[in-house]
């Protein structure tokens, strides 16, 4: 059986994009425990018993949340994936 993915990638720095589960359960074990990580840990136990699209969205925002807050979040990255998902939102 396949690896849920996240949502989107999710890229931090000096490190290829993190696109599933297991891409975050590994770099996860490179970083000291913080209370972000730590909900990042209870969330992809939650993705992995029932891999929903509301539990894979969850998930992925929580991983882009804990690497903004850690200061590892790619800005160059992140900025591409904003745009992308500000283009497809439309005015009223």
């Excluded at 975050?24 to 970083?31: D, H, K, P, Q, T």
């Excluded at 903004?68 to 283009?87: C, E, I, K, N, T």
């Amino acid at each position: 059986m396949s690896c849920p993915a996240l949502i989107r990638p999710v890229t931090p720095n000096d490190h290829p994009p993190l696109r599933t589960l297991d891409d975050v359960s590994a770099y996860m074990g490179s970083l000291p425990r913080t209370r972000q990580w730590e909900t990042v840990a209870t969330l992809i136990r939650e993705a992995r018993d029932g891999p929903t699209e509301t539990a894979l969205h969850e998930l992925t925002q929580q991983v882009e949340m804990a690497l903004f807050l850690d200061l590892r979040l790619d800005p160059a990255a992140f900025a591409v994936q904003l745009a992308q998902l500000m283009g497809r939102v439309r005015a009223p």
